[in-house]
């Protein structure tokens, strides 16, 4: 993983939107941009701030919820519960852009009763849109051979098979702390300085239990789908894989892949239909680290859309982990 701190250092830190200066430096607000995951508001707020019509999107019915006291006073405002792997159709017209700010919200992740903090104790849950199997469910009824792998695959774990040899003889396991003290009970003792030991194996079954990766592809490919030529799609990624996936991706569809081999031919499209605004991925500056710890891990990458239809395949070479064919239950 590309974080040396977890996210979690500061649970209690407030929820700013992180990037939004890079994102605001690097995308042209007008007309009607998709907030894909809209979370506690905060990209929202600032483009509706700048006269921007936004469609705000989340799985997660409690962050309506949450916005109800101040979403009504933006009449450029639409709210519309979903993933944004369909963020074209719940937009329902063509966009001038598109934000994705991948991962757990720090909301959430406060939240101890949602199950996705090791800093906090509550029930093992991690689900986003609060239906379908739970971590609890995974760590439970999964096999050593299944945690293991997604241990690995999605969280880059390297004790992945002795965790998951500890979490089956530990089980049941129901709550948070449980399952941080299975992990911690298999690992050295955490260097202050490094991220937190079960940083990697909560991150993987999070992945797991809401599908983040496959969301993240079809996300991508929904996007594509909904801007207008000249349209502009902004990702906020957390770690590495997550930015590597993003970075294949706009990389493919502006005809900037490797020459392939004979594992992973390069892809052919018609025509390129994204162009790189952003040549690497922009990282936070001193000053946004020092207000808001949760971005040091943070990486931004912005395309713009072309005029050529959307490509919506060549999935291979895009660098998603994938499990060694295991189903989840």
């Known amino acids: 993983m590309s974080a040396k701190v977890p996210r979690e250092t500061n649970p209690d830190a407030p929820h700013l939107p992180v990037l939004i200066d ?29 006269g921007v019509k936004v469609i705000a999107i989340d799985r997660d019915p409690l962050v309506f919820e949450m916005a109800a006291d101040w979403a009504g006073n933006y009449p450029d405002l639409i709210l519309k ?3 944004f792997s369909e963020l074209d159709t719940l937009a329902g017209e063509l966009v001038d852009g598109v934000v994705l700010d991948l991962g757990v919200s720090s909301m959430q992740l406060d939240q101890a009763e949602r199950g996705f903090s090791f800093l ?15 971590a609890a469910d995974l760590v439970n009824e999964g096999s050593e051979a299944l945690l293991a792998d997604i241990l690995f695959q999605y969280g880059e774990e390297r004790a992945s ?14 709550t948070t702390a ?7 009970g298999v690992l050295p003792k955490g260097n ?3 991220s937190h030991p079960a940083t990697r194996s909560f991150q993987a079954l999070r992945i797991a239990v809401n599908d983040e990766f496959g969301q993240l592809i079809s996300g991508l490919e929904a996007a594509e789908r909904a801007l207008k030529p000249g349209g502009e799609l902004a990702v906020v990624t957390f770690h590495s894989l997550e930015d590597r996936i993003v970075k294949k991706y706009l990389q493919a569809r502006a005809g900037k892949t490797s020459g392939g081999s004979r594992y992973a031919p390069e892809q052919q499209f018609d025509a390129p239909t994204f162009e790189l605004i952003t040549r690497k991925a922009v990282t936070a500056d001193k000053d946004e680290l020092a207000r808001n710890p949760r971005s040091r891990s943070a990486k931004l990458r912005v395309g713009r859309r072309t005029d050529a239809p959307a490509a919506n395949k060549g999935r291979a070479g895009l660098g998603l982990p994938k499990l060694t064919g295991q189903e989840l239950l």
């Open 178 to 184: 449980k399952l941080v003290e299975v992990i911690e």
């Open 192 to 194: 202050p300085s490094k």
């Open 22 to 50: 890079a994102i605001l430096d690097n995308v042209t607000l007008q007309g009607v941009w998709v907030d894909g995951t809209f979370g506690a508001g905060g990209y929202t707020k600032a483009f509706l701030d700048k």
């Open 81 to 83: 519960r979903g993933t």
């Open 161 to 174: 098979r002795r965790i998951a040899k500890a979490i089956i003889a530990a089980r049941p396991i129901t």
């Open 120 to 134: 906090r104790d509550g029930p093992l849950d991690m689900r986003m849109g609060q239906d379908g199997l739970s």
